[in-house]
Structures are given as structure tokens and as C-alpha cells.
């Protein structure tokens, strides 16, 4: 066995390397708090869309936009967001790629589908 003393510069470059994870953890732990705990003015509103005048399809991918999006926030504030149908699918491929989403290429495909159609139509159709 040998006697060598680790160089202080390796023993530096571990504390430092150590520090900068436990922060990293900790400030994950506080971001993902807050994604949890922050109200958005958009979660206030309504929870849920009628859409029992829409076509079979996007009946059908409501639900899927139900079951996928509220596992990460509420459903009011997708709902609630005022997004034109021009933001939404950069906004959902963002989404897509947060970790836990569970959204795959064709799940967000469907969401962002009824999202568009959504927005082109919702105020239009319940004002008839």
C-alpha cells in the first residue's frame, strides 16, 4: 500500500463538484414546489370544456388532453391560457419535453389537434 496523500487540488475539485450538485438538487426540489404550490391566473378559471357539440374526433381527443395534460397542472390553465391556434403546438412540443410529460409524438400530435381546434372554435360554437 501506498502512503500518497491526495493533491489538495483533487480534494477542492470534489467539494466543489459535491456543493454544485447539492444545490442543483435543491433547486430542482424548489422548482418543482412551485410548479406545484404557484397559482397561474389561468388555474382560477374553468376546469373543464363542453364539448359535446364537437365532431366524434375531437371529442375523442379531449379526453386524451384530459388524461395526459393533467398530470403535470391543472386542466384550467391550458384552458384558461388564451392561446391562439398559431401558439399552441410549439407550446405542446415544449410540454413533450418535460420530464414524467408521458406525452409521445402521437399523443401530442392529438392534443395539439384539439387544442387548434379549440381555440378556432370554442367561442364560436358556444355563442350558437
Known sequence: MSNETVPKSSLFVWW???V???LSVLLGLFVFYLSKTHQFKADSGPTFIDVSSYPAEMQKKY???VNKCSRCHT???PINSG???EQWP???QKMKLKTGSGLTDKTANQIT???IFDA???KSISNN
Do not use: P
Open 83 to 85: 392561446f391562439t391556434a
Open 120 to 122: 378556432n372554435n370554442r
Open 63 to 65: 379526453h386524451i388532453f
Open 16 to 18: 466543489v463538484t459535491i
Open 113 to 115: 389537434d384539439f387544442l
Open 75 to 77: 386542466l384550467a390553465r
Open 90 to 92: 410549439s407550446y405542446v
Open 20 to 22: 454544485i450538485l447539492f
